[in-house]
């Protein structure tokens, strides 16, 4: 049973930094892709960040380029997500998600999804 689990959110002012991560279980983790989502209030999700099975093939969307770095750890089957310099308009629960082969920016690319850990920023 595959399972994605993030942890890290909270509550930051604006221009702080949080650190999320997502420990994954049930899956050979070096062979999947682990994207980054995110989902405003009344908003669909959309894509962030993701990293290739190697660490290479990384993507990020344009609005947290420069501000975000996703990171993975194979040996600890875990994807991280620095968000520095953060912004109210960054609130969101933020997503964690894998996909069997390289990086994508859809939704619909990946398998499987943690629950998602809430990040709220103040103004």
């Known amino acids: 049973q595959v399972q994605l689990v993030e942890s890290g959110g909270g509550l930051v002012q604006a221009g702080g930094s949080l650190r999320l991560s997502c420990a994954a279980s049930?899956?050979?983790?070096?062979?999947?892709?682990m994207g980054w989502f995110r989902q405003a209030p009344g908003k669909e999700r959309t894509f962030v960040a993701a990293?290739?099975?190697?660490?290479?093939?990384?993507l990020y969307t344009d609005s947290v380029k420069g501000r975000f770095t996703t990171s993975r750890d194979n040996a600890k089957n875990t994807v991280y997500l620095q968000m520095n310099s953060l912004k109210p308009e960054d609130t969101a629960v933020y997503y964690c998600?894998?996909?069997?082969?390289?990086?994508?920016?859809?939704?619909?690319?990946?398998?499987?999804w943690g629950q998602g850990t809430q990040v709220t920023v103040s103004s």
């Open positions: 990293k290739g099975w190697s660490g290479g093939n990384t």
């Open positions: 998600a894998a996909r069997l082969g390289g990086s994508h920016y859809s939704i619909r690319a990946y398998d499987y």
């Open positions: 049930g899956l050979t983790f070096s062979n999947y892709a």
